[in-house]
């Protein structure tokens, strides 16, 4: 059996999760704490995620790389010429929605209040205070028609349910995700049913771990999570 050290909210995780599920994989699935430092390390010997440890005992830890391992059919056509510029793109993404989904992020129960500090520390050094990173949203939500205007020729023609996914398709979709979170985004049709297409391919469900976690539901709750199954 596949085991997934993952954070729920990480786009790079959510590679692999996406992946797994198109290539019908099964697998179990733990979500790392932030601040958990001595799982990743114990297994890759650095602090990285996604971790995915193979039947034969490997633990690899890229999420590009993890996809080859686990697709040696190359259903996903991770040999294509277009994954570079979907890479870069990608990154791109994350520089113009990761300001505006962060809020968002660490409410999440995957988050204890020790992983929370962690996270919103390691935050603070790259894009200021989450005072900071709240006052300063107005321009990152303004450029965001203008990052859709450029996704929907890339995109064009893979929303149809006929059409099969690619890495291409995972890598830009897992980064978009997220703006689900954002209440003030509206995405355009297309790009909903483009996102609901992928989801249905590969089967992900962005929240569906943390509602069968105890530990989560108990952070929920407000309860201690042995609670939670009583």
Request: aromatic share 8%; glycine share 6%.
């Amino acid at each position: 059996m596949h085991t997934l050290y993952h954070f729920q909210h990480c786009p790079y995780c959510i590679r692999v999760r996406m992946a797994l599920g198109y290539l019908h994989i099964e697998h179990t699935s733990i979500i790392v704490g932030y601040d958990d430092r001595a799982t990743p390390e114990a297994l890759t010997g650095v602090k990285m995620l996604p971790i995915l440890t193979l039947p034969d005992g490997r633990s690899l830890n890229e999420s590009l790389s993890i996809i080859q391992a686990v697709d040696p059919a190359n259903s996903l056509c991770s040999d294509s010429p277009e994954l570079p510029g979907a890479v870069l793109l990608a990154q791109r993404l994350g520089d113009a929605i990761h300001p505006l989904v962060i809020p968002y992020w660490v409410m999440l129960p995957e988050f204890s209040d020790s992983a929370r500090r962690y996270f919103l520390d390691k935050q603070r050094k790259k894009r200021g205070s989450l005072a900071e990173i709240l006052a300063n949203r107005d321009p990152y939500r303004a450029a965001l028609p203008r990052f859709f205007a450029e996704l929907r020729p890339i995109l064009a023609g893979r929303s149809h349910e006929s059409s099969k996914l690619t890495i291409v398709d995972i890598v830009v979709a897992a980064h978009l995700w997220a703006l689900y979170l954002v209440p003030e985004v509206q995405l355009p049709l297309w790009l909903h049913r483009y996102l609901q297409h992928v989801k249905e391919q590969t089967r992900f469900d962005y929240l569906g771990g943390l509602w069968s976690n105890p530990t989560s539901l108990g952070r929920l709750e407000g309860l201690p999570s042995d609670a939670v199954n009583a």
